[in-house]
């Protein structure tokens, strides 16, 4: 074979591949801009404690957040008769008080749109959750694992749900004593806070069985993986867990839900598949509706990880691009008023020290806001449970 044809015969699948690429138009599906808007349901009937649920409608992909559902009537019903009624929040949310249901009784939640739509869920028999055994976490080389063990000795639950809870403590690297105000740099008479928390719950699905198992066991469960540069773990971390024992029918729902959310994008992935739940349109059979309400108790364990407990990994604390100071030399071609208010008047840039040369004054170094001021980011009201 010669060199020329070799060339050819590998030059030939690259300029295939390129042809191929030219030849491929944006593909735009209508539903993008569809005009249709339906109820999304989300949450659970808390069988011991207070129930929360979120109504919205779907959104095209073009919108920012969905829209929530507000004016509605909600209350949880019981089969055999009782209602208990759930009040409005601000921004789609429905809260019940705290109640103690009848696990020997079935319940469904029903709804009254302020459009004139009826909706209820299916009768659902109520699951009790199991305690959380533990929350364990292990340092590998290069990140932290967190796992849930859990276990029911009447091998009645079979089927979880985890959603967790993250806060963290994290400061600000920089600090200053002075502040500008009516075109001079003085004291600063409030304070910056030197310590702040911050929390987020989780978006990713997490759920497993037991079904396969002789006994109704969860071991060591992966709930939820860090980096060693994970600025949570910097100075002191904390997750609550919240478990949830479900149906086979929840389950079933979660798993499709978890499938076409999370497992979308290679040739190897599930196709998406329609998704409705056991949420129905009572007055238009036709009226489609997102959602799946279940009726179950759920239990919870927090733990704490310090710095201190871990390995000497290259934290994060968030503020890397922060310990490197501007330096604001004062030009003597400008008044000083009109200078300091040039640069510090937005409030957006803070002074940080004096620059000075002798006892003459040269400058300031300065930081942003969000440098060093670290509710920015969160909030500086300690949490009631920190340790």
């Known amino acids: 074979m010669s060199v020329f044809t070799s060339i050819i015969r590998n030059l030939l699948p690259a300029a295939l591949l390129l042809a191929l690429a030219g030849c491929v138009d944006p593909y735009m599906p209508d539903v993008i801009t569809a005009s249709r808007s339906y109820l999304v349901v989300d949450g659970f009937i808390n069988s011991q404690g207070v129930t929360q649920i979120k109504l919205s409608r779907t959104y095209n992909l073009t919108d920012g957040t969905p829209p929530a559902e507000g004016g509605a009537t909600v209350y949880i019903e019981a089969e055999a008769g009782g209602r208990f009624p759930l009040r409005e929040s601000p921004g789609g949310l429905y809260r019940s008080d705290a109640l103690t249901l009848d696990a020997t009784r079935r319940y469904r939640l029903a709804i009254s749109t302020n459009g004139g739509l009826q909706y209820a869920s299916d009768f659902v028999p109520v699951k009790n959750t199991p305690a959380i055994d533990s929350i364990i976490w292990e340092a590998a080389a290069d990140e932290l694992k967190i796992k849930v063990n ?18 963290w403590e994290f400061a600000p690297v920089v600090y200053t004593g002075l502040e500008y105000s009516n075109f001079a740099v003085r004291p600063r008479t ?9 929390s987020t719950t989780s978006s990713a699905i997490k759920i497993g069985k037991t079904t396969n198992l002789g006994q109704d066991v969860v071991a060591n469960y992966v709930l939820h993986t860090m980096p060693n540069t994970a600025e949570q773990l910097y100075y002191k971390y904390s997750i609550l867990v919240r478990q949830h024992g479900l149906t086979r029918a929840e389950y079933d729902y979660w798993d499709l839900l978890k499938k076409n959310t999370e497992s979308i994008g290679t040739l190897f992935d599930p196709l998406p598949s329609q998704l409705t739940g056991n949420v129905r349109c009572l007055s238009n059979t036709d009226e489609l509706v997102l959602g799946f309400v279940s009726a179950h108790s759920v239990t919870e364990k927090r733990i704490f990880i310090s710095r201190s407990q871990l390995p000497r990994w290259p934290l994060s604390n968030g503020y890397e691009g922060c310990q490197q100071l501007d330096s604001l030399i004062i030009d003597p071609a400008i008044p000083l008023p009109s200078f300091l208010e040039t640069y510090f008047g937005s409030q957006q840039v803070i002074p940080v020290n004096e620059i000075t040369s002798g006892s003459s004054l040269r400058g ?6 969000d440098c060093l001021d670290c509710r920015r980011r969160g909030t500086d009201v300690r949490p009631s449970f920190w340790q």
């Open 150 to 167: 859990s276990h029911d000795d009447r091998n009645a639950t079979q089927y979880y749900r985890w959603t967790y809870e993250q806060t």
């Open 190 to 198: 409030v304070a910056f806070p030197n310590r702040c928390w911050r």
């Open 364 to 369: 300031y170094t300065a930081s942003t806001v």
